[in-house]
């Protein structure tokens, strides 16, 4: 990067990643060796298996022919254990992330070795991103194990092999959620920025994930009734309104996600609104979708998680270049 | 005057006639042996039925020893009664006892006449006799009789020629007549009896009975217009009888609307033409003429064909007809299904297409735009805030 006039008048030299790679492995491996990493990896596999079992368990019973059989793992719901693996995740994710990134700069400056790492020739720029993509890294580590492990029971107790086409929305839905993931952690980078105490830090991304998980569907909900219009009259009168309604829902990355992992492991999914009588007619049930129409479908969930992820980033980033940090 | 007496004559004669003929009537008393044929005629080497019957008229019934005197050497003649062999019958007043009379004729019989005497003798001196001459002759050869009341029908290939025909035994003999039928290739033909629904092969006929049998004779499917005779043959015992009727086949079209390949599916993209290639083939054997080209897709879907109508398809002919099809703007991306039909009068033909809608890529490049602002500002952000 080239040397630019800097808002005090100070001159910038160097790449903004100098250092960014050790920073990086040490996060990486620092992560990967903690004993919070071995809890949150139990935590992980334990909501996973129980789902992931069940589903095996029934669909060993499912006699019809579906092609896409080896997907339902992920999604099935059995009667016994009304959640899906993919449910699952979607509230494991936000824990995940959360561990690992609640303390990532706030520990250093109560340890006194922020000053010190900075002394080094590494910028708070590589730093910051380092400490960030080290746990991201950690984060798609573990998704992806979990991710074999799932793929590898259902290898041996269906006795079947996943076409390719099946393992690419495997693929796909990996991607969707290590992006998920991403979101979390940045959000969670950008609250130990900004509290000095660990334990604040840990609360707020905590809190923030309780409020979407529980609080912000009502709410969302709550909105949607107030704006509709007293009686409706006009099919198009209801999609508008189920329309706004799925708009504040989507303000949750959780919904992203699993409308993402809808679209991905349901290939039968058109669409997440409700249909017209009209757009309904000739149309095929249960048909799946071609792999790229599908990507197509929930393109803006994934694109809305990604932007997402960097918008946070970049103002916890932001923040992080604006504050003291010698102490 | 004489004119009127003449005319009364001619009144009063049959009146006193027919009194005259009724008084004789109670005089005919007594027991007599009847038969239809007294003089047959009997075949060397077979066996022959006479039918008799004993009456009784007038008289107190009585039972009647039977016996047969003049039977030739080695003849044997066996008196039946109600297919047993009897010694006697009992005739009531004023009814009769059907007899039977089984002549078995050695094979080495010489041909000629002879004479045999049927007697019955009752205890009270009442007693008949019937002489019978039996001629032994040559065997007459069996004859069958074949005849249609419409020996000609018309129709198009996929009805059904049902001839009705009379098989006529106009030979002295029961006979089993066996049916058959020869057609022009790959028409089948089958035998029923005249009411029933069971396929036969033969049929018994009495002597001198006719029996109604029917025919039905299909024809392939893709048989050409023309007429076609079928022969119809019965046979028994070297007696032959045939019988030509005449199948009159009018030409029939037929549609079959498909693709070159056969394929049914294809793609198409929202709000943008898709064309595909209809292939339209008669294979009937006539021409269809004003074929007139339809479809049938989701509501707000265009569809077009290129051309709508044809004039006429001759037999075997193939014409290609170009379908455009437009989904709806707002259509959803999946798997939908059209009818494509041709109508002509009296035929049609319909194929399902699958058609498969795709999302333009447009909207995946306005997200990827979305992230290149999101690094943007992130890079805004290095740019501005960033500390070296």
């Known amino acids: 990067m080239l040397p630019r006039r800097g808002p005090r008048g100070s001159k910038r030299e160097g790449s903004p990643f100098t250092g960014l790679g050790p920073v990086f492995m040490k996060e990486f491996a620092d992560h990967l060796s903690s004993a919070r990493m071995m809890v949150l990896m139990l935590f992980v596999i334990v909501f996973g298996a129980f789902p992931v079992a069940a589903s095996l368990q029934q669909l060993r019973t499912v006699t019809e022919q579906d092609s896409y059989l080896f997907l339902r793992i992920f999604t099935s719901a059995p009667e016994s254990l009304p959640i899906s693996f993919v449910f699952a995740l979607n509230f494991i994710i936000p824990i995940m992330a959360i561990g690992l990134g609640f303390d990532a700069v706030n520990s250093e400056f109560n340890r006194r070795t922020l000053s010190r790492v900075l002394s080094q020739p590494i910028y708070r720029d590589a730093l910051l991103l380092g400490k960030f993509l080290g746990g991201l890294a950690t984060l798609a580590v573990a998704l992806a194990a979990l991710w074999l492990i799932v793929f590898g029971a259902g290898l041996l107790l269906l006795g079947l092999p996943p076409r390719g086409v099946e393992v690419a929305r495997g693929a796909c839905f990996l991607l969707a959620a290590i992006a998920y993931g991403g979101v979390w952690l940045a959000a969670s980078l950008l609250f130990s920025v900004i509290f000095r105490s660990t334990a604040t830090s840990a609360l707020c991304a905590l809190g923030l994930w309780l409020f979407f998980f529980l609080l912000w569907p009502m709410i969302a909900s709550a909105i949607t009734i107030g704006f509709a219009p007293s009686q409706i009259h006009s099919a198009e009168q209801y999609l508008a309104v189920e329309q706004l309604g799925l708009v504040l829902a989507r303000f949750s990355p959780g919904t992203l996600f699993s409308e993402a992992v809808v679209g991905l492991l349901n290939p039968e999914t058109r669409t997440f609104a409700s249909m017209l009588p009209a757009q309904m007619r000739g149309v095929i049930p249960g048909a799946p979708l071609p792999l790229d129409q599908s990507l197509i479908l929930i393109w803006p969930q994934i694109t809305g998680l990604i932007a997402g992820m960097i918008v946070v980033f970049a103002a916890a980033y932001v923040i992080f270049q604006r504050e003291e940090v010698r102490a | ?388």
């Not at chain 2, 006892?97 to 019955?120: F, N, T, W």
């Not at chain 2, 041709?342 to 333009?360: K, L, Q």
């Open chain 2, 1 to 388: 005057m004489r004119r009127l007496i003449t005319l009364l004559a001619l009144l009063v004669a049959p009146f006193a006639a027919s009194q005259a003929f009724a008084a004789d009537l109670p005089v005919m008393q007594g027991l007599f042996l009847l038969t239809d044929y007294p003089a047959q005629t009997v075949r060397a080497g077979e066996i022959s039925t006479i039918r008799i019957k004993m009456q009784n008229s007038g008289l107190a019934p009585e039972a009647m020893a039977l016996s047969l005197s003049g039977v030739p050497s080695g003849w044997k003649i066996d008196i039946l009664g109600g297919g047993q062999p009897v010694a006697s019958a009992m005739p009531g007043q004023n009814e009769s006892v059907g007899l039977q009379l089984r002549v078995e004729v050695p094979k080495d019989a010489k041909p000629g006449s002879q004479q045999v005497v049927l007697s019955a003798k009752g205890s009270r001196l009442q007693s008949a006799e019937l002489p019978l001459t039996l001629t032994v002759g040559t065997e007459a050869p069996a004859k069958l009789s074949l005849k249609s009341r419409l020996p000609s029908l018309r129709g198009t290939p996929r009805s059904a020629f049902e001839y009705s025909v009379t098989v006529g035994n106009d030979s002295g003999r029961d006979l089993t007549v066996a049916l058959s039928a020869q057609g022009p290739a790959n028409f089948q033909t089958t035998f029923t009896e005249g009411f029933g629904s069971n396929e036969i092969s033969s049929i018994p006929i009495e002597a001198g009975q006719t029996k109604d049998i029917k025919i039905k004779v299909t024809p392939p499917r893709d048989v050409k217009a023309g007429d076609y005779p079928v022969l119809v043959k019965v046979a028994a015992e070297g007696a032959t009888a045939d019988l030509r009727v005449t199948l009159q086949i009018s030409g029939q079209g037929r549609l079959a609307l498909s693709t070159k390949d056969g394929r049914l599916s294809g793609e198409a993209e929202i709000g943008k033409a898709s064309t595909y290639t209809l292939v339209l083939n008669n294979d009937g054997t006539a021409a269809v003429d004003e074929i007139e080209m339809a479809g049938t897709v989701p509501t707000n879907w265009k569809v077009e064909f290129n051309p709508k109508t044809i004039a006429s398809l001759a037999p075997n002919e193939k014409r290609e007809v170009q379908v455009m099809v437009t989904p709806a703007d707002k259509a959803i991306a999946g798997d939908y299904v059209g009818s494509f039909r041709a109508t002509a009068r009296g035929e049609s033909s319909v194929a399902d297409f699958r058609i498969t809608v795709t999302t333009s890529t447009l909207w995946g490049l306005a997200g990827i735009g979305i992230i290149a602002v999101a690094l943007l500002v992130l890079l805004g952000a290095v740019a501005r805030f960033g500390r070296r």
